[in-house]
């Protein structure tokens, strides 16, 4: 299954609640499918288990939540609530990325198992970052969307297949082809799965980005130590990996930026006993070359992005005094880095999920912390003019328990969120509601 290390920043109350009830098990996935390609996913009535079809409302119905959740209206912020987003019986959305047609989010529905049970794999489209339609394909049956990356007229996406819930029967026997699958769609038209070797089925991808038009994904290798690894890709379909990405292990996030590409992850350092922040660059995605930068002790930069000045990462550093304080980088040349800092004092007790740039400036998408309860965060934008210093624009509006994702375009930015909570004794199952947030581009001028 999938890290994301946008997620698990946050902690999610959904798991919190299955760790009492259940076992110690987060489940994180990823991807859809349709018209393949040199199929390796069985048509859907053809899976093993007779997996049933999950109930599912039409494109473009209102806005329903799973379980009976009370979808209370948020508090207005900076940002306008999507008041008319397509839940239906969708538990999240886990990416959305900005598209020649306008924006295309991903997630997830159950079938018939509950949240921790199998999933059906969910598109939504929008032309400007408001309006919304939703699509349930039958194709993505048992698929978990988690990473949509575009590239020029091309869209591909990247999720987890899977015809048995580990945690909900453990006798059941996995379709063979059960693993990661990539699937793309160009210039909007009909998904096509693109057939991957077993290095691939098997791997664990924690990230996914484009670089120019090659796709970048980093995570952890098929083999028996899990080695970090980048992969590289012109076409989805044929990977060249990389294992030698200075001293990163693992690697949390990765942007292109500097002399080509930049990373970030963390190192182990046995006299301090904790984690300290390493940095990489490279400049053909295959070697990697140590970078320059502060090591900060239990740091995680999340997020990279390119912008008018250089290149900015973002993500959070453990505080003395409070749960986080929030992180930025800054490179003119993604290969020596400096911290940077906020004037108004806002990263104290925040953390920064996502980082996006337009031609003017840098905005970062993060929350500050309930330190009465972890669990609940309330959604806060940063803006930068040159990526050195930066402000809190204020809260987007409302609290939630589970970040989804976000994405800069024409339109504006949007964000996603969920609120979600228990929603039985069991702990199988939780209530869910998707809240959607848009900040027009006038709202982001330095």
Known sequence: ???????????????????GAVLSLAILGCGPSANAIHPTLPPPAQRPGGTNQPQESPPGAEATQVAGAPGTPQPAGIA???ASFPQGSAYEVTGVAVTPSGYMAIGFAGTDQGYFGLHQGITWTSSDGSTWQQQVDPAFLDVSPSYVVAVGSDVYMFGQFETCSDILDDECTQDPNAG????KSTNGGAWQQLAQPSSILQAEFDGVTAWGTTLVAWGAAADDNGTTTVWTSSDGLTWTPSTGIGQL?????????????????????????????????????IHYSNATAPSVTGALVASVSSGPGGVVGVGY??????????LTMFSSDGTSWAQTSAADGSFENALMNEVHSNDSAY????????????????GRLWLSADGNSWRSLGDFG???????????????????TEDEEDANDEGTDVKSTINGWLIPPDQLVP
Do not use: C
């Open 363 to 378: 905005v970062a998408v993060g929350s500050t912390t309930d330190q009465d309860d972890m669990t609940y965060q309330t």
């Open 180 to 183: 990661l699958v990539i699937f």
């Open 317 to 326: 550093a453990e505080g003395d005094t409070s749960p986080s304080v929030a």
């Open 398 to 416: 409302g609290s939630f328990n589970q970040y989804g994702a976000s994405a800069l375009g024409p339109g504006g930015l949007v964000i996603f």
């Open 1 to 19: 299954m999938f890290g994301d290390h946008r997620r698990v920043i946050a902690v999610s109350l959904r798991l919190r609640v299955f760790l």
């Open 249 to 285: 292990d693992p690697v949390d996030s990765m942007g292109a930026g500097g002399p080509g590409l930049v990373a970030f992850g963390s190192q182990f350092v046995d006299s301090i006993e904790d984690t300290q922040l390493v940095a990489a660059s490279s400049t053909d995605g």
């Open 80 to 82: 306008t609530p999507m």
